[in-house]
């Protein structure tokens, strides 16, 4: 029962630690019951054998403890208050007067006051006491290294470790605190460290969050140890071992900074020829993940080879840091030698270490951790791909392996919740959604089937928030009407996550708010309430703050809708959280702080409406919210003058884009892409001033020629359509000699190699335009011209089939150029050109008889509403009148063959060509 009492107050924390129990029990009061029941007249009964002798008395013991009250509470305050006195006495000696006949016994009290704080796992009592005895005279000797020291330094390392975890190591000392404590100690010959001391100092920065206490305090560290060493030559000094080099190693590997591989290399070479120590497997290893991490294939595989030719043994984490090196390959060496991609060179590497194992070259068959590795890489695959087919089949390659995961004999193989994950996210990032739909029944049936199973990073099976929140990723990348996309991830919200016991997270919302703002149409005002109703569910029902992400989502949603001050209301809010939660001390407090994206996504929603706000806006973003503005914050603003160029109300707006853009040349704040030259190149456009447009586009050109390295701003098809449209809507009689010249220059620039796509069909269509409107003769036939070398290009050029292939407006331009040009004959009024009027009002009813068959294939080639009234304004010039009337009786007859209905304006031309 007493044993129980002091086990329960254990518990409690009112003892220290078990050494106490066991020095109370046996010191206090096994010792004082016994001394009672020594002195007691009670006689065990002499007839009875030795064994019940032993038992009766010991029912005998424990009667007399119950009938005692035996209260272990208080011999614990006395021990603990003993102790405390112990080292005040040692304190206070430390500081008066040293006495010769006392300091031996002193020294010994200190000793013993020392080891019981240390197992007491009192630290502070601990640097206390070694501060008062440097302070003073009175030690006679060296602290014992490994009794007492070492096992302090392991007790402040476990706490540091403990309050680092917590964000709280301020009142515990830092590695580099507690290192010039120790030299200072040392040089007054107090203590004496050893190699384990200096390890465990290495060790405790290595897993220091902060590099300044970390990665370089302990290469400061490790570099002054080995000078010291190489200074004395005695041979007395503690030299490094392999556990301080792994220690250094390790910081930088867990660093994650930019140099750490090459620092972790140059240790490495340390290790060797400056130490003569030979590295471990596991410091191959390390160098191994380091460039694993950088994604750095070349070197992880150099580091493997050289592991192998040490003869050391290759062990599974080797592998798996390789494995990791080529699902982070950035995938340049792979493109310049059209070599596999990383994620097949991974799968490779896999194929080898089956075939490793089976031939007792590798111990341990590859895990679950190395096929998750390779599921990794298929997903990075997919955002290197730009085909949406591409990224489908690195998805249905990563389901495949998952398959053969779960058909596999060796239990250590089988797919866990990581693998899963991983496949989810392949599947999201491809836009699969039935696959992810899949994914999450099958992790609801595996776990329904085991539900007792374990569920742990490495094993087990069930579905997480990060498992719906990738559905719901899906959700949003799908090729599916967006609108059942977000109906879909809304269900999944409020009638899945219930069902499986999962609380949604942040995460979770802002995917399907983001569902919503995809599904944004202002004709409907739906997204714009369920995406409302969604983001106050979260601080309302949930509890949880709102961050910078469900924000943006948000404001997209009603940016899209048209609704710019509620936008700003939104922006202005998120503000006044950021400030409250900075002044407040929060830690979360950046998760509130508007971001680059979030005020772009403020200039989107101004852009549709007032242009000078959205300039305003931009201006203000790094003085009002802290936040520079990037690229795509300028280039907003400039398709926002472009977009209200056309409008009599912002007639200089070319130019206010014209200003930004050379302001973004003259800084160093932002460099200008190819979206804010077309950008004003389509402000010019919009007016009509070609001259300026084709001007910004040869400044991009020459400065291609001047900077062949490819830093200079590439134009593309985007760009040279903008200059096109211009010249399409100038008055200019060169303008059609310039299209086509432009034109010309395209094609030659894809040729070389300086344009990566050939003209499409608005680049072929906006010259039809420049020439339907020219007054110079034969221009129909030029058009004409244009469209055969179109329909030519699209027989030959299989990649350029669908981007140059004639459309509807194409034929129609063409048409336009007939009756253009017919106009213009037909106020001469001699014979020669009467019979020219003919030839061409027969081209022009063989162009709607052959759109008449192309429509039969494709009904978006169908003579429409344009194409008919086209010809009317053809027929219109025809002055003949039994001409004039064929040509309206053969266009009538088209009419009714095809079953077109008229429309108004039709019937009213039809009414005009009668009279």
């Not at 009672?36 to 002499?46: A, E, H, I």
């Not at 000094?237 to 591989?261: F, K, M, Q, T, Y």
């Not at 590795?373 to 489908?392: G, P």
């Not at 977000?486 to 919200?493: D, F, I, Q, V």
């Amino acid at each position: 029962q007493e044993c129980h009492k002091i086990m329960s107050l254990w518990k409690q924390n009112k003892i220290l630690n078990k050494h106490s129990i066991g020095r109370i029990w046996s010191q206090r009061s096994v010792g004082e019951l016994h001394a009672s029941r020594s002195s007691s007249s009670s006689v065990l009964p002499t007839h009875l054998t030795a064994g019940k002798r032993r038992r009766r008395r010991k029912r005998s013991l424990s009667s007399e403890v119950s009938q005692r009250h035996f209260q272990p509470d208080d011999i614990l305050t006395s021990e603990y208050e003993r102790w405390k006195d112990m080292t005040n006495e040692v304190h206070e000696f430390s500081f008066s007067k040293s006495a010769s006949t006392k300091d031996a016994q002193m020294w010994h009290q200190a000793e013993s006051c020392l080891q019981i704080w240390q197992k007491e796992k009192d630290l502070d009592r601990c640097l206390e006491l070694l501060r008062c005895l440097s302070s003073s005279k009175l030690f006679i000797k060296t602290v014992p290294t490994e009794s007492l020291l070492n096992p302090i330094l392991k007790l402040w390392r476990s706490e540091l470790f403990v309050h680092a975890e917590n964000d709280s190591a301020k009142n515990v000392l830092l590695p580099s605190q507690m290192s010039s404590l120790l030299n200072r100690y040392e040089r007054i010959g107090l203590i004496k460290m050893d190699k384990a001391s200096h390890s465990m100092i290495l060790d405790a920065a290595s897993q220091m969050k902060d590099p300044k206490e970390g990665v370089f305090f302990a290469q400061e560290y490790l570099t002054n140890w080995i000078e010291k060493c190489q200074k004395q030559k005695n041979g007395q000094s503690v030299r490094p071992d392999v556990v301080a080099i792994g220690s250094i190693i390790h910081a930088w590997v867990g660093s994650n900074l930019p140099e750490a591989p090459k620092r972790a290399e140059e240790w490495m070479n340390v290790c060797t020829k400056f130490l003569n120590i030979q590295p471990t497997t596991q410091l191959y290893t390390s160098v191994i993940s380091a460039w694993g991490k950088q994604g750095d294939a070349h070197r992880a595989q150099d580091w493997m080879n050289r592991l192998k030719q040490r003869n050391l043994e290759v062990d599974l984490s080797a592998w798996n840091g390789l494995l990791s090196a080529y699902a982070h390959s950035n995938n340049e060496q792979q493109k310049k030698k059209r070599g596999p991609s990383p994620a097949k060179q991974a799968e490779q590497i896999l194929k080898e270490m089956k075939q490793r194992h089976g031939n007792g070259e590798l111990a341990e068959a590859p895990d679950v951790v190395s096929h998750t590795i390779v599921l990794d890489a298929w997903s990075r695959q997919v955002l290197r791909e730009r085909n949406a087919k591409a990224k489908a089949q690195c998805a249905r390659r990563a389901i495949q392996l998952l398959e053969e995961m779960k058909q596999s004999p060796n239990p250590s193989t089988r797919p866990n919740t990581i693998s899963y994950n991983t496949v989810l996210a392949t599947c999201a990032r491809a836009g699969l959604v039935k696959e992810c739909e899949s994914l999450i029944n099958e992790m609801i049936h595996e776990h329904s089937q085991h539900p007792e199973s374990l569920v742990t990073k490495m094993t087990g099976v069930q579905p997480t928030a990060q498992s719906v929140a990738l559905l719901l990723h899906a959700y949003s990348r799908a090729k599916m009407d967006p609108m059942v996309a977000a109906e879909k991830a809304e269900a999944t919200l409020k009638d899945l996550l219930p069902t499986l016991g999962i609380q949604p997270n942040l995460q979770i919302f802002n995917n399907c708010l983001s569902c919503w703002a995809k599904a944004s149409n202002p004709k409907t005002n739906v997204p714009v309430e369920r995406a409302t109703a969604l983001f106050e569910e979260i601080s309302s029902v949930h509890g949880m703050k709102p961050d910078i992400v469900a924000y943006t989502a948000l404001m997209n949603v009603l940016g899209r809708h048209g609704k710019a001050m509620q936008v700003q209301s939104l922006l202005d809010d998120l503000w006044k959280t950021y400030q409250d939660a900075l002044h407040s001390g929060d830690p979360n407090a950046k998760n509130y702080k508007p971001t680059p994206q979030s005020l772009t996504t403020v200039l989107h929603a101004w852009s549709t409406t007032d242009p000078e706000q959205t300039e305003a806006l931009l201006q203000r973003m790094s003085q009002d919210y802290d936040a520079v503005p990037n690229v795509y914050s300028y280039s907003v603003v400039l398709k926002a003058w472009a977009r209200h160029a056309s409008s009599d109300q912002y007639p200089n707006a070319p130019d206010r884009a014209l200003a930004i853009l050379e302001f973004m040349e003259d800084h160093d704040i932002v460099t200008p892409n190819v979206i804010s030259y077309s950008s004003v190149i389509q402000a010019f456009a919009e007016q009509g001033r070609a001259k300026e447009a084709e001007g910004l586009l040869n400044k991009m050109l020459k400065q291609l020629q001047k900077d062949p390295s490819g830093k200079a701003v590439k134009p593309d098809l985007y760009t040279f359509s903008a200059v096109l449209f211009a010249w399409s809507r100038s008055n200019a009689p060169h303008a059609a000699n310039r299209a086509e010249a432009i034109l010309v220059r395209m094609l030659e620039l894809y040729l070389s190699g300086h344009l990566d796509q050939p003209p499409n069909v608005y680049c072929y269509t906006n010259v039809l335009a420049c020439i339907a409107h020219s007054r110079q003769p034969g221009s129909s036939q030029r058009a004409l011209g244009i469209l055969r070398s179109m329909q030519k290009n699209q027989s030959k050029n299989k990649a350029s089939r669908n981007a140059a292939a004639p459309n509807l407006f194409s034929y129609n331009t063409v048409i336009n150029a007939f009756a253009n040009e017919i106009g213009r004959m037909a106020r001469r009024g001699d014979d020669v050109t009467n019979k020219n009027i003919e030839s061409l009002m027969t081209e022009v009813f063989d162009l709607v008889e052959e759109m008449i068959d192309l429509g039969e294939n494709d009904p978006k080639m169908q003579p429409d509403e344009t194409t008919y009234l086209t010809v009317c304004k053809a027929i219109q010039n025809v002055r003949t009148r039994s001409k004039h009337k064929k040509h309206v009786n053969h266009l009538l007859s088209i009419v009714d063959q095809q079953r077109y209905k008229p429309t108004a304006g039709m019937r009213r031309q039809f009414r005009e060509l009668m009279r």
